[in-house]
């Protein structure tokens, strides 16, 4: 029962339970009465667990405990035997003595006395001795029913005497019910223990899963006998304990055709023996894959409270820099909505002084004055754009208008600009004579594209190019929504808008900034450039809410090419007016190339 030492070692209590019980064998018969012990698992090779008994230390000195036992009850049962041999000869002795001496039948019963009367006067008549047969023959009679009871006293005492020579079928009796009461604890309990030899071959084991028989666990190690996930990692384990020669436990989880998916806590110790060798190791492994589920379910759980609360806390914080962000931007168109209605009366005013006779003097202040009052009012503007679109007001206008004249228009403004460079206007073909979208926003994009080329060309050419595309591929489910938003619920054309100039080219590095707001390429450049760095922010975010795309190619010194690609619906032949594209007031200006 004892044989997995360290059992005994770590539950020494367990041990000392076990003895109590031997003491008082019919005390816990009642115990296991209502327990029903299924067939015995299999205890693989007794034999030997009982080399292992007599070999270990734990072992051996339960055995001789076991042994003191028995010997004291057996001395006992002698003890007893004794005092009744002597009570019965006792007894005897009393009978012989009352059958020798009748005095001493006639001390215990003197109403039965036989008398002998000689002087009696019927002495010698043979009523008188009739009479005195009869009493003999009482006596008689009393004499062997006594000589009955004693018989039956001393039987009764015979089987008590054999019932005390029987201690050992009781020590025997006391070690079965310990050895049901076992298997009981151990058959409800969720384990698996055994014994293995230095080699991890299994000598013991109390095997929880009666598939197996002796023969497929007896010499064999783990990795013999089980296939699948774990069985490994366990017997390294083991190999492990064994070698460091210190107790060890390690959670492992197995994935077997025997038992499945299943984790165990493994403890394993090394076992010695009396000349504390190392003889092998014992093990308990105990299913815990419910508590280990349950414990990654918690994990999880904490995990996601900890994602949540942390998403929780960074929303909090989008949230206030979101309201803090808009409440300053509010602010700030409603300053510039302020300054904006003031600047441009003063504007006006100066337009109006600028028809007057002034002087050179008054007139190159007067200059000065338009020209910041203009820079102004065009940053105010952009200000109050980008605060439309963010806050998501702005609303896109889908009115018929006509691509090659907002082309043209636009470059006609920018021929005022008084540069002298190449204006270039390309128009293909296939781009409709009049298209539906958002002519206002359209013109300004253009418009602010073809300043900058402008503006960062100092010789050659800056034109713009038209072109029929096929659908691009960003164009999305969003795109679709954007333009049914603005009133386009058919995309019936893409057209590709190219602005390129020949000008100061943008560095490669500057590149993924250039759309950003308040962006400029170094200090320098908005130094000897001027501007607010806005334009093309604003510029990409009005194209995006018009559903298309705004992308850039530049190289230093030669130049760069700002690319938008919009979706228009083509007005019906309904809605064509036929009027012609005129390209004849810009004889001087800027050359409109097109096939019609
Ligand atoms: P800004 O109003 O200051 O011109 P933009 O957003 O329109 O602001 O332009 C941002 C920066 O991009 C400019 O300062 C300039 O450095 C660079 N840039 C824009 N267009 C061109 C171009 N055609 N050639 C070279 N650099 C350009």
């Known amino acids: 029962m004892d044989v997995v030492e360290g059992l005994s070692?770590?539950?020494?209590?367990?041990?000392?339970?076990?003895?109590?019980?031997?003491?008082?064998?019919?005390?816990?018969?009642d115990m296991l009465k209502e327990v029903e012990i299924k067939d015995k698992p299999i205890i693989a090779d007794l034999k030997r667990l009982q080399e292992l008994m007599n070999s270990t230390q734990q072992g051996s000195s339960q055995l001789t405990n076991l042994v003191k036992q028995w010997e004291y009850m057996q001395n006992d049962a002698v003890r007893l035997l004794r005092e009744e041999l002597k009570n019965l000869n006792k007894q005897r002795e009393e009978?012989?003595?009352?059958?020798?001496?009748?005095?001493?039948?006639?001390s215990n019963e003197?109403?039965?006395?036989?008398?002998?009367?000689?002087?009696?006067?019927?002495?010698?008549?043979?009523?008188?001795?009739?009479?005195?047969?009869?009493?003999?023959?009482?006596?008689?009679?009393?004499?062997?029913?006594?000589?009955?009871?004693?018989?039956?006293?001393?039987?009764?005492?015979?089987?008590?005497?054999e019932s005390q020579q029987a201690p050992v079928k009781e020590l025997n009796q006391s070690l079965e019910r310990a050895e049901g009461f076992l298997h009981f604890i151990l058959q409800s309990a969720p384990i698996l223990m055994g014994h293995q030899d230095k080699d991890l071959r299994n000598l013991f084991i109390y095997n929880k899963y009666p598939s197996l028989r002796e023969q497929d666990i007896l010499g064999k190690t783990d990795v013999e006998i089980f296939k699948g996930g774990g069985v490994k990692e366990s017997q390294d384990f083991k190999k492990e304990v064994l070698e460091k020669g210190k107790a060890a436990k390690r959670e492992i989880t197995f994935t077997t055709d025997l038992f499945g998916s299943k984790t165990f806590l493994i403890y394993?110790?090394?076992?010695?023996?009396?000349?504390?060798?190392?003889?092998?190791?014992?093990?308990?492994?105990?299913?815990?894959?419910?508590?280990?589920?349950?414990?990654?379910?918690?994990?999880?759980?904490?995990e996601d409270n900890a994602a949540r609360k942390a998403m929780e806390s960074?929303?909090?914080?989008?949230?206030?820099?979101?309201?803090?962000?808009?409440?300053?931007?509010?602010?700030?168109?409603?300053?510039?909505?302020?300054?904006?209605?003031?600047?441009?009366k003063v504007m006006g005013m100066a337009e109006i002084l600028?028809?007057?006779?002034?002087?050179?003097?008054?007139?190159?202040?007067l200059n000065v004055m338009i020209f910041s009052g203009d820079l102004v009012l065009h940053l105010i503007n952009n200000i109050l754009d980008l605060s439309k679109i963010e806050s998501g007001v702005m609303k896109l206008e889908a009115t018929k208008f006509r691509p090659r004249e907002v082309v043209k228009h636009v470059l006609q403004a920018a021929a005022s600009l008084k540069k002298a460079l190449t204006l270039e206007g390309n128009i293909s073909d296939d781009v409709p004579i009049e298209v539906v979208g958002d002519v206002l926003r359209i013109r300004q994009i253009l418009t602010n594209l073809i300043s900058n080329a402008i503006k960062f060309t100092h010789e050659g050419k800056v034109g713009i190019k038209l072109q029929v595309i096929s659908e691009p591929s960003f164009a999305s489910h969003n795109?679709?929504?954007?333009?049914?938003?603005?009133?386009?619920?058919e995309t019936s054309v893409w057209i590709c808008c190219d602005v390129y100039d020949t000008g100061i080219g943008i560095p490669e590095n500057a590149i993924p900034c250039l759309f950003k707001k308040y962006m400029q390429e170094s200090d320098d450049h908005a130094g000897k450039y001027g501007g607010t760095g806005l334009g093309l922010a604003i510029c990409k975010q009005l194209v995006e809410l018009m559903g298309g795309q705004l992308t850039v190619t530049s190289r230093i010194n030669e130049g760069s090419t700002f690319t938008f690609i919009l979706p228009y619906k083509v007005a019906t032949s309904d809605d064509y007016s036929d009027d012609q594209d005129d390209f004849s007031d810009m004889a001087g200006g800027p050359?409109?190339?097109?096939?019609r």
Not at 591 to 595: A, F, G, K
């Open 9 to 29: 070692s770590r539950w020494p209590e367990d041990v000392e339970t076990e003895v109590d019980e031997l003491e008082k064998p019919a005390g816990d018969l």
């Open 95 to 106: 009978t012989e003595a009352e059958a020798k001496e009748p005095k001493i039948i006639e």
């Open 110 to 161: 003197p109403e039965n006395l036989p008398v002998f009367d000689e002087t009696d006067e019927e002495f010698e008549t043979v009523a008188y001795w009739k009479q005195k047969a009869l009493s003999l023959e009482k006596v008689l009679e009393a004499s062997t029913e006594r000589e009955r009871r004693l018989m039956e006293k001393l039987n009764e005492s015979l089987k008590t005497m």
């Open 268 to 302: 394993v110790e090394p076992v010695y023996n009396k000349a504390n060798e190392k003889i092998g190791i014992n093990y308990i492994g105990m299913d815990v894959t419910d508590q280990v589920l349950k414990r990654e379910k918690m994990a999880k759980l904490r």
């Open 314 to 344: 960074e929303l909090n914080k989008t949230i206030h820099v979101t309201e803090e962000t808009m409440r300053a931007k509010q602010i700030l168109a409603m300053m510039s909505n302020e300054i904006r209605s003031p600047l441009s």
């Open 354 to 365: 600028s028809t007057e006779k002034l002087d050179k003097e008054q007139r190159q202040m």
């Open 479 to 489: 795109a679709l929504t954007a333009q049914e938003q603005n009133g386009l619920t």
């Open 591 to 595: 050359s409109i190339r097109t096939s």
